[in-house]
C-alpha cells in the first residue's frame, strides 16, 4: 500500500506536480496559492528529481518560461493567484492556441471573499476567454488527481490546462495518497516550425478553429471519460431539490445533507467546468423540477445552460452574485430553494463566547517595528499636502497612516503619480507626489512605470520600501535578495539602485528609514529635485522585515503621561500595535505585549512625549 500523509492541499497540487514528471515549475507568489512552489521544490528534493523550480519576477514571466519548457516537449507547471492571471492573460491568450508539445499545466488559486486580493474574480472564466479546459477541485486529494489528468489532457490534445482550486482546497488539510515519481523520458527538444510557435494572423486564422476542434473533442471527453469529477449523487425516491455545485460548493453541500441526513436532494458534481459537460447537466436539469446551481464566484456552468430560466442561481438572484459561498451561506440557500425555514434559529455560540470575553477584533496593522510605518511617518511628516498613490503588499496597510490615497494593482504606483502629475501640469499647477512600492513589487510591474516617467519627463519622488523579502505573502526571495529554493541552487541578486539608475533615473538615493529626521529630509529633497528637473526621484528606504528577525538594537520606549497631551497622533498617523490609548486618562501608552523597542516612535509625537527609557527603569 502508498504511504499517506496529511498535506495542505497546496502542498497536494505540488505533490501531484512532482509525481506527474513535471521538469519545469515557475510563480509567482500571491496568497492562496504561495505555498505550491515552495512544496514543489521541498518534494523535489525529497524526491531526487532534476525538477526546475523557480520564482519569476511576475505571472507573466513564470506563463513564459513554463510555456517555453511545454514547447521543447517538456512537462511545465505556472503557479498563480487569480489576479496573477490578469498579468499573465496576454500570454494565455496567444498560448491557448499552440499546439504544445510537452504538458503545460497552469494552476490559478482563486480567493472568493476576497480575503486577501483586490477583486474576487473567478479564473474559470478565464479558461472559457481562453478556451481551454478546467478542472475544479473540491478536495486536496482530487486536486493532486486532476493534476496527472491536467498533464495527460494537455500532452493529449496538445493545449494549456487549468487546475483552479479556490483558498479553502489551497488551505485544506487531508490524508492524501503519495506515489512515485512518473518516470518520463523527454529530452528536450524544441522543434523549429513558425506555424506552430509564431502568433502570426495568418497562423491564427487556421490555429482558432483548431483550438475550437479540441474544446469539441475535450467537451466529447467531459461527457464520457471523466466520471470520477463529474458524477450524480442521487435522490432516494422523487427528489424535492436536484443541485449542481461544483469546487468547495460541493463539499460544503455533501457535508450539509450528510449532517441534515437528506436523502431527498439531488446533486451532480461537476469537476470540469469548462468545457462544461453539457448534456450531462442538461440531462439532470431535465430530471428535476427544482434545480440549484452552486458555484464560485461566477456563474460560469449557468453560462454554459441553453436555458438560464430552468435553473436557481444567480441569474435569478437566488445565489448572491458576490462574495464566498461560505455553509451558512449555501444552508439559507437551499432551505430556500426548498422553501423550508431553518428547523431551529441558528444559536450563534461562537459570537456569544466572543462578547463575554469582551474580545475586540483589531484591524489589520502592520507588525511592530515594521520599516514600512517609519517610512511612511517620514513621507507624510516631510509632504503633509501630497498625493500618496500606493501598491499592493503588506504597505497597503499604509491607509491607516492616512499616507495611501490610491491602490488599484501590482505596479500601478509607479504608473499613477505620472497621471496625478499630469492632471495638474494640464492646469499648470503642481502637488507634491511620493508613491509607495515593495521591493518585490517594484520587480514585478514597477519597472514600465518608471521608465515611462523618466522618458516622459513626470515629477514624483517614487519610494521603494525594501524590505528583503516578500513578505505579504509568506516571505519569499525576490531578485533584490537573489536566492533561490531548490537545495544547491544558487541565484545572483540584482542591486535595485543600478537597476533605476539604468533606467535613467538621476536621483537615487538610499535612506534608513528608521531614522525619521533624515528620512525626512531626504524626502522633501528628493521631492525638489523632481520638480526642479521635471524627472522622477527615485528614494529606496532600506530595512529588513521584522519576519526576518535581523539583530538590530533594542529601544525601550515609554509614554510620559506629564507630556502627553492625549492629541492620538501617534495612533491615527503611526499606528503601532504596541502603541495603545487609555480613554479613561486620555494619555497614550506602550503596551509591553507587542512592543518590539524599536524606538521609532520616539520620533512620531509631535510633543515629545515618547522617550527613551533607560535600562532597568520601570
Ligand atoms: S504620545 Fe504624543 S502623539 Fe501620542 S497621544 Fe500623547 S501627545 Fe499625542
Ligand atoms: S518602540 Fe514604539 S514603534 Fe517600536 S514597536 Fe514599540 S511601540 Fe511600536
Known amino acids: 500500500m502508498n504511504e499517506r500523509q496529511i498535506l495542505l492541499g497546496n502542498e497536494a497540487i505540488a505533490r501531484g506536480i512532482v509525481e506527474a514528471g513535471c521538469e519545469v515549475a515557475t510563480a509567482y507568489p500571491g496568497t492562496p496559492s504561495s505555498e505550491i512552489l515552495p512544496a514543489v521544490a521541498a518534494f523535489a528534493d525529497a524526491l531526487a528529481t532534476d525538477t526546475a523550480v523557480e520564482w519569476c519576477t511576475n505571472e507573466k514571466v513564470a506563463f513564459e518560461v513554463a510555456a517555453a519548457a511545454g514547447f521543447s516537449g517538456k512537462r511545465s507547471a505556472a503557479v498563480m493567484k487569480q489576479v496573477g492571471l490578469n498579468v499573465a492573460s496576454d500570454a494565455l491568450m496567444s498560448v491557448a492556441h499552440f499546439d504544445i508539445a510537452g504538458g503545460f499545466l497552469l494552476v490559478v488559486a482563486d480567493d472568493p471573499g476576497p480575503h486577501s486580493s483586490q477583486t474576487g474574480q473567478d479564473s474559470r472564466s478565464f479558461a472559457m476567454f481562453a478556451k481551454i479546459p478546467c478542472f475544479d477541485p473540491s478536495t486536496a486529494a482530487e486536486a493532486k488527481e486532476m493534476v496527472f489528468d491536467a498533464y495527460e489532457l494537455s500532452e493529449r490534445h496538445h493545449l494549456v490546462t487549468m487546475l483552479r482550486p479556490t483558498g479553502r482546497v489551497d488551505h485544506c488539510r487531508q490524508d492524501v495518497e503519495l506515489g512515485e515519481v512518473i518516470a518520463t523520458e523527454r529530452p528536450a527538444q524544441f522543434k523549429k516550425d513558425i506555424k506552430r510557435w509564431v502568433c502570426l494572423p495568418a497562423n491564427v486564422r487556421t490555429s482558432h478553429p483548431r483550438l475550437n476542434e479540441k474544446n469539441r473533442a475535450i467537451r466529447e471527453e467531459f461527457e464520457q471519460r471523466y466520471d470520477k469529477y463529474n458524477y450524480e449523487l442521487p435522490a432516494e425516491g422523487e427528489a424535492k431539490l436536484g443541485i449542481i455545485a461544483g469546487g468547495v460548493s460541493f463539499a460544503v453541500v455533501k457535508d450539509l445533507l450528510d449532517s441534515w441526513g437528506r436523502t431527498d436532494i439531488a446533486v451532480l458534481k461537476i469537476g470540469t467546468p469548462v468545457p462544461l459537460p453539457l448534456g450531462k447537466v442538461e440531462d439532470f436539469i431535465s ?53 423550508e425555514s431553518p428547523q431551529s434559529p441558528e444559536d450563534d455560540l461562537l459570537g456569544k463566547a466572543v462578547e463575554e470575553l469582551g474580545i475586540r477584533p483589531n484591524p489589520p496593522m502592520m507588525c511592530p517595528g515594521c520599516p514600512h510605518r517609519a517610512s511612511f511617518l517620514a513621507i507624510r511628516e516631510a509632504l503633509p499636502k501630497g498625493i500618496f498613490p500606493s501598491d499592493i503588499g503588506c504597505y497597503t496597510l499604509g491607509v491607516n497612516q492616512k499616507t495611501v490615497d490610491s491602490v488599484i494593482c501590482m505596479g500601478a504606483s509607479a504608473t499613477q503619480p505620472s497621471g496625478f502629475y499630469l492632471a495638474h501640469k494640464v492646469d499648470s499647477n503642481e502637488r507634491p507626489i511620493v508613491a509607495t512600492i515593495g521591493d518585490s513589487t517594484f520587480f514585478h510591474m514597477g519597472l514600465p512605470g518608471l521608465v515611462n516617467a523618466v522618458y516622459n519627463r513626470h515629477s514624483f519622488v517614487l519610494a521603494i520600501l525594501d524590505n528583503s523579502i516578500t513578505a505579504m505573502t509568506g516571505g519569499q526571495p525576490n531578485p533584490a535578495v537573489g536566492s533561490k529554493l531548490r537545495k544547491g541552487d544558487e541565484g545572483r541578486s540584482v542591486d535595485i539602485a543600478g537597476v533605476c539608475r539604468g533606467c535613467g533615473v538621476e536621483y537615487v538615493k538610499t535612506v534608513d528609514p528608521y531614522n525619521v529626521p533624515s528620512a525626512k529630509e531626504f524626502v522633501k529633497d528628493a521631492w525638489d529635485h523632481a520638480r526642479e528637473h521635471r524627472e522622477p526621484a527615485v528614494l529606496i528606504f532600506k530595512h529588513p522585515c521584522m519576519l526576518l528577525r535581523c539583530e538590530q538594537e533594542r529601544i525601550p520606549v515609554a509614554v510620559d503621561p506629564e507630556k502627553c497631551i492625549g492629541c492620538r497622533y501617534c495612533i491615527d498617523f503611526f499606528n503601532c500595535p504596541g502603541l495603545r490609548f487609555d480613554e479613561q486618562n486620555n494619555k497614550a501608552y506602550i503596551d509591553e505585549r507587542f512592543c518590539v523597542q524599536c524606538g521609532v516612535c520616539i520620533a512620531a509625537c509631535p510633543q515629545n512625549a515618547i522617550v527613551k527609557q533607560e535600562e532597568g527603569a520601570e
Do not use: C, F, M
Request: hydrophobic share 40%.
Open 287 to 339: 430530471r428535476h423540477d427544482n434545480v440549484l446551481v452552486l458555484e464560485e464566484t461566477y456563474p460560469v456552468i449557468e453560462n454554459q445552460l441553453h436555458n438560464r430560466e430552468a435553473v436557481k442561481g444567480r441569474w435569478n438572484g437566488a445565489v448572491p452574485s458576490a462574495g464566498e459561498l461560505l455553509p451558512e451561506i449555501i444552508e439559507g440557500i437551499i432551505l430556500d430553494a426548498l422553501g
